[in-house]
């Protein structure tokens, strides 16, 4: 079910080609063909894919609707300059003809290997089929076209009193030897007007998708759209919101278990600094810190480098006011050695699941990531295109 | 020789048991025991070890004049609180006591594990020895009396027309378990006014150590001293920074090449930025993401990481105007792939030097770093502490 869970919605799933033998497109679309709102967040990567730079445009001209939304992977087409362009709107094109609907309100993704032009012919071949094939029950279909080196589909649902919110997702970073992409298509039965429905996902991509660290890097594609086709009303915005962050969360935490390599994933938490800025600058400074990363893969409750990358963060910080907790143990406080339990602390440490606290002491500034370990699971997939 | 190439300094190294079996304890000290010109660079970690922030007082209270340096390595005496700063102090007492110098005139470096406190008894009785073994001769004892999980001792020597310059090193970032420091202890018989000293170092230092980008991590206890006896007399300026800097620069080498688990040193230059500082900021984000070191560690041009990279790093950035470049030959042009010799660009990715230049097209900023790639050998390194 999945993106297809909430009323009014189908899709679909197929093997075009572009992978060797996998399923490697989806099409998520309105089962009426009308478009409805359409929210969406993108990269912020300036070197950001021609799919990318379609979808923002065609959303700016469009109004923020969307019927269709046709995705493939293997391939990010990204680094493929105007032919790029081209092949993106190309495949819109064929959808939109397919569908039988304006090419305008069709959007693209594209994730995969940079820097390599499209197989066009196999796509444009594959699309009528992928077309064809769309339903209510297409849903897991369409949520494993979609998946990379991924090693399951991820899909959530949330109902709510008056709505159903459905969704899928691929994963981002270290999942991927060269597709260092996310992805989420959701869609809900929801009416939510365009402008709210964007305050909405992007608020809970920010406290979801945004919070997961996995390397540091951002992608040329990473991309979510939310579809809202109305069918049961307006709902109660509080709700909703609430389920949209729910059923971003459930995503983010799919995409955090399934990243290659990884054997830890560490709920960190910045606390007392100047600012939320400044916590969140420190969060990133630390999850993104290879010294850190490393000794979280060691199952090693090193506090002298966590306060080594706040330290050298470029935020206010003072050493004699820190404290460190590993699983709520403190093990940390004035920048030196506290007396603890070690052994407790030792039984944290080998959970897949690690909750840490950095306290600065200077404020009320907070924030939290995700952070994912560094074992050798990372280079091996990292290291050599094919 | 090194660091007693130049005339007037005398150096020491021995065991005094921070370690289990090999030199832990260095000194260096000119040879009449006078202070003279002293410049020093530090970490810009606010997590600072205490011997950093002792060390920083003394300049700045005694007009920046040292007599001696003292140095441990195997312990860090960095989150070690007050008890850390009166163990400097003790350092120092102990050496000028048995100098036979005032303690002011003394400095200070650890490195080693952070958070344990120094082993003071084993360090204040070996002092007198160490001091007592100091000598012409001394240099290379020093140089391995400052060694962590190095491979070996890194020293170098600049013979100017009129004067002398020596120098030793240890290693930074991954070349260590747990002691991400960078230190650097240099001599001349020179006579440099110490604000000039200062100005040239500190330059010296940032074309050099600080291009040197392992992990991204910032040490607690990174320092670079050097010491201007001035018995040969004033230099030629020109020919004294440049001799500082060619020295500063052979150290740099010897550290990236004997970086723990490293198999590619990567001279990276950006080129076309809109500022130096924006190439800067641009080629520390290359060089810090690990899908890049992955690459460079499999030997892979994968120029699409390196553009991911740029575009993400928060400079101007603009697809179509960017050229990348390995080894002198163009293999990306506007984003997209460019035609180019691919059995070249192969073979000079199996060096253990690779040269990158990501062009930017934007304007005359530039900059160069040199970084290290991300294979095994570094989590193994860094994934426990003991």
């Not at 991820?154 to 997702?169: D, I, P, Q, W, Y």
């Not at 909703?240 to 960190?268: N, P, S, W």
């Not at 007396?339 to 959970?351: F, K, L």
Request: aromatic share 4%.
């Amino acid at each position: 079910m999945s993106v297809t869970a909430a009323e009014g919605f189908v899709a679909a799933g197929c093997h075009a080609g572009v992978k060797r033998r996998r399923y490697d497109m989806a099409l998520v679309a309105t089962e009426d063909l009308k478009p409805v709102a359409a929210a969406a967040v993108f990269t912020q990567n300036k070197f950001a894919a021609p799919p990318v730079l379609l979808d923002r445009r065609r959303l700016r001209e469009n109004g923020g609707r969307a019927a269709a939304i046709v995705v493939n992977s293997g391939n990010a087409n990204a680094g493929t300059g105007k032919q790029g362009l081209a092949d993106a709107e190309a495949m819109t094109v064929a959808t939109a003809g397919a569908l039988g609907v304006p090419k305008e309100t069709v959007l693209v993704c594209s994730t995969g290997i940079i820097g390599t032009p499209l197989p066009m012919e196999k796509i444009l071949e594959a699309t009528p089929k992928l077309v064809a094939k769309r339903s209510r029950a297409g849903g897991h279909d369409a949520a494993r076209g979609i998946l990379t080196t991924d090693h399951k589909a991820k899909e959530a649902v949330v109902r709510g009193s008056t709505f159903t919110l459905g969704g899928m997702a691929k994963g981002c970073g270290m999942i991927a030897p060269n597709m260092a992409t996310m992805l989420a298509f959701l869609t809900t039965d929801a009416e939510v007007e365009r402008d709210a429905l964007q305050a909405i996902l992007r608020d809970a991509s920010d406290r979801t998708f945004n919070t997961l660290n996995v390397d540091g890097a951002t992608s040329t594609n990473d991309t979510a759209i939310l579809l809202a086709g109305g069918r049961r009303g307006a709902p109660d915005m509080k709700e909703f919101a609430d389920a949209v962050h729910k059923l971003c969360e459930d995503l983010t935490y799919q995409m955090a278990r399934d990243a290659e390599g990884m054997t830890k994933m560490v709920m960190l938490r910045v606390t007392g600094a100047a600012s939320d800025d400044e916590a969140r600058i420190a969060a990133k400074s630390i999850a993104e810190n290879n010294l850190v990363k490393c000794s979280w893969y060691g199952g090693d409750p090193y506090w002298g480098r966590l306060l080594g990358a706040a330290g050298s963060a470029g935020i206010a910080f003072e050493t004699e006011k820190s404290m460190v907790a590993y699983g709520g143990v403190v093990v940390s406080r004035g920048g030196t050695n506290a007396r603890h339990d070690a052994e407790a602390v030792a039984a944290h440490m080998r959970n897949e699941r690690i909750e840490i606290e950095v306290a600065l002491g200077l404020g009320t500034g907070s924030a939290q990531v995700i952070g994912i370990d560094l074992g050798p699971g990372y280079i091996k997939e990292n290291s050599r295109t094919s």
